[in-house]
């Protein structure tokens, strides 16, 4: 039996409608796993339900988050934000938590996670934590834009062999205050948080790049989706 992996759902504002990037499913397949994804719910019971069936999550890219999670009122620079769907990864992360269950955070995943946690967020860093580090990259997607420097003695430098590597990037928000209880696996060179983990936790992971849309490309994409899945093995 393969792991059986929930994955949260991509919100589309103008079409009223959920949707999916492939590369998110692709990318578990190919790493041994059966993706599922979810729907919009809101009561807690049926959460749970679809939660029970499972064995991990991805949390994956997409809308900004709710500032209001973390204490904050919208500043200028913060764009499209969907809180139906803010609550059901706060729902979703708590739960895995609780539970234990594997969690792979990717951009607005890793930027939901470290909010829910108690941590802070750069609504927009264009005008919070200018940089002449490109986050924002132009299409196509699967090449690398900057470099990060993987942490020594932490599990992703582990896996990956490697201390510098290229990385994609598409993203205007990121961790501003790291929240209690994660530990930084990677950053970029202008000082931003871009991989992290919560020890405490059987698998707890988030990449602020986008291993969806370099797998084919990248080893080291297809290393952290096996490792994900791995840890459900």
């Given at each position: 039996?393969?792991?059986?992996?929930?994955?949260?759902?991509?919100?589309?504002?103008?079409?009223?409608?959920?949707?999916?990037?492939?590369?998110?499913?692709?990318?578990?397949?190919?790493?041994?796993?059966?993706?599922?994804?979810?729907?919009?719910?809101?009561?807690?019971?049926?959460?749970?339900?679809?939660m029970?069936?499972?064995?991990?999550?991805?949390?994956?890219?997409?809308?900004?988050?709710?500032?209001?999670?973390?204490?904050?009122?919208?500043?200028?620079?913060?764009?499209e934000?969907?809180?139906?769907?803010?609550?059901?990864?706060?729902?979703?992360?708590?739960?895995?938590?609780?539970?234990d269950?594997?969690?792979?955070?990717?951009?607005?995943?890793?930027?939901?996670?470290?909010?829910?946690?108690?941590?802070?967020?750069?609504?927009?860093?264009?005008?919070?934590?200018?940089?002449?580090?490109?986050?924002?990259?132009?299409?196509?997607?699967?090449?690398?834009?900057?470099?990060?420097?993987?942490?020594?003695?932490?599990?992703?430098?582990?896996?990956?062999?490697?201390?510098?590597?290229?990385v994609?990037?598409?993203?205007?928000?990121?961790?501003?205050?790291?929240?209690?209880?994660?530990?930084?696996?990677?950053?970029?060179?202008?000082?931003?948080?871009?991989?992290?983990?919560?020890?405490?936790?059987?698998?707890?992971?988030?990449?602020?790049?986008?291993?969806?849309?370099?797998?084919?490309?990248?080893?080291n994409?297809?290393?952290?989706?096996?490792?994900?899945?791995?840890?459900?093995?």
């Amino acid at each position: 039996m393969k792991p059986l992996i929930g994955v949260m759902p991509l919100w589309d504002e103008e079409k009223d409608s959920i949707w999916m990037l492939p590369g998110y499913t692709d990318g578990i397949c190919g790493a041994g796993g059966l993706p599922v994804i979810f729907p919009f719910v809101s009561d807690e019971q049926d959460i749970a339900q679809l939660m029970e069936s499972c064995d991990g999550f991805l949390l994956t890219g997409g809308d900004d988050v709710s500032p209001s999670i973390y204490g904050e009122e919208p500043l200028p620079g913060l764009t499209e934000t969907c809180r139906k769907r803010d609550d059901l990864e706060l729902a979703v992360l708590k739960k895995a938590v609780e539970a234990d269950k594997p969690v792979l955070g990717i951009c607005r995943g890793l930027q939901l996670i470290n909010a829910a946690l108690g941590g802070t967020l750069y609504q927009d860093l264009p005008t919070q934590h200018p940089s002449a580090v490109p986050h924002t990259m132009d299409p196509p997607y699967d090449a690398p834009v900057h470099e990060v420097t993987v942490e020594p003695g932490t599990p992703l430098h582990e896996l990956l062999g490697k201390e510098i590597i290229g990385v994609n990037s598409y993203h205007h928000q990121a961790v501003k205050d790291l929240a209690a209880g994660l530990e930084v696996m990677a950053h970029s060179p202008d000082g931003l948080v871009e991989a992290f983990r919560r020890p405490e936790s059987r698998f707890l992971w988030a990449v602020q790049w986008h291993p969806e849309f370099s797998y084919l490309t990248d080893g080291n994409s297809r290393k952290i989706f096996r490792a994900f899945v791995g840890s459900m093995l």
